[in-house]
T-cell receptor, first 116, second 112 residues
Framework: GAGVSQSPSNKVTEKGKDVELRCDPI?????LYWYRQSLGQGLEFLIY????????KSGLPSDRFSAERTGGSVSTLTIQRTQQEDSAVYLC??????????????FGPGTRLTVL | KQEVTQIPAALSVPEGENLVLNCSFT??????LQWFRQDPGKGLTSLLL?????REQTSGRLNASLDKSSGRSTLYIAASQPGDSATYLC???????????FGQGTRLTINP
C-alpha cells in the first residue's frame, strides 16, 4: 500500500486477556518501529526492528509485551494479560535505509486499545 | 537522557496570522529532527525533516529551523488557516539510536 496500515483501528478488551496488534509498513521499508501514545506519558518508543531482528527493545514496559516481524514486512505487537494501564493508542512507523531518506519515519493511523 | 520540550502547550490565534511553535532538546548530539502534525483521533503526518547539518527546511507555508548548538528548533507557519488546526509534535533522532524522542506537542487552534 501507499502508507503504513494498522489493524484493528480500535480494540476493546477485558483485563487479563491477550491482544495482538498488527502493522503493515510501507513496501520496501526495512525499519519498523512501535510507539505508544497515552494521555499521561505522551508518545513513547517501544521497539525497533531492522528486517526481522529487533536490536532495540528498550522501550517495552514489561515482559507482558512482545513483538515479532516476519518476512521483513508485517509486525505483530502482543500484549499478554492486559492491564488497565495498557490503554493507549499504539502507533507503528516505518522508514527506509536509503541515505536520501535520512531515516524519515512515516506513521500509521494507530490502534486505540481500551482495557476494561 | 534526551528530553524534548515544546512551548506553548496550546495556542489559539485568528486566521491569517503568522505564528511560531517552539521545540527545545537537551542533548545536541542529534541525527535529525522531525516536525509532525496530528489531527484528533489520527496518526502522525510528517511535515518536515531537518538533518543535523542543516539550518532550515521549507515546505509551502511551513518553515522549520534548527540551531543544534543551542538545542532549539522552530516551526514557522505563514498565513495560518483554520485547516492548520491540529497538534504539532517535534521529535529528535539521537545519534547512535533509531528511536524518535517526542515532545508533548503544541495544540494549535486557528479561529476563522
Amino acid at each position: 500500500g501507499a502508507g503504513v496500515s494498522q489493524s484493528p483501528s480500535n480494540k476493546v478488551t477485558e483485563k487479563g486477556k491477550d491482544v495482538e496488534l498488527r502493522c503493515d509498513p510501507i513496501s520496501g521499508h526495512t525499519a519498523l518501529y512501535w510507539y505508544r501514545q497515552s494521555l499521561g506519558q505522551g508518545l513513547e518508543f517501544l521497539i525497533y526492528f531492522q528486517g526481522n531482528s529487533a536490536p532495540d527493545k528498550s522501550g517495552l514496559p514489561s515482559d507482558r509485551f512482545s513483538a515479532e516481524r516476519t518476512g521483513g514486512s508485517v509486525s505483530t505487537l502482543t500484549i499478554q494479560r492486559t492491564q488497565q494501564e495498557d490503554s493507549a493508542v499504539y502507533l507503528c512507523a516505518s522508514s527506509s535505509d536509503r541515505a536520501s531518506s535520512y531515516n524519515e519515519q512515516f506513521f500509521g493511523p494507530g490502534t486505540r486499545l481500551t482495557v476494561l | 537522557k534526551q528530553e524534548v520540550t515544546q512551548i506553548p502547550a496550546a495556542l489559539s490565534v485568528p486566521e491569517g496570522e503568522n505564528l511560531v511553535l517552539n521545540c527545545s532538546f537537551t542533548d545536541s548530539a542529534i541525527y535529525n529532527l522531525q516536525w509532525f502534525r496530528q489531527d484528533p483521533g489520527k496518526g502522525l503526518t510528517s511535515l518536515l525533516l531537518i538533518q543535523s547539518s542543516q539550518r532550515e527546511q521549507t515546505s509551502g507555508r511551513l518553515n522549520a529551523s534548527l540551531d543544534k548548538s543551542s538545542g532549539r528548533s522552530t516551526l514557522y507557519i505563514a498565513a495560518s488557516q483554520p485547516g492548520d488546526s491540529a497538534t504539532y509534535l517535534c521529535a529528535v533522532k539521537v545519534q547512535g539510536a533509531q528511536k524518535l524522542v517526542f515532545g508533548q506537542g503544541t495544540r494549535l487552534t486557528i479561529n476563522p
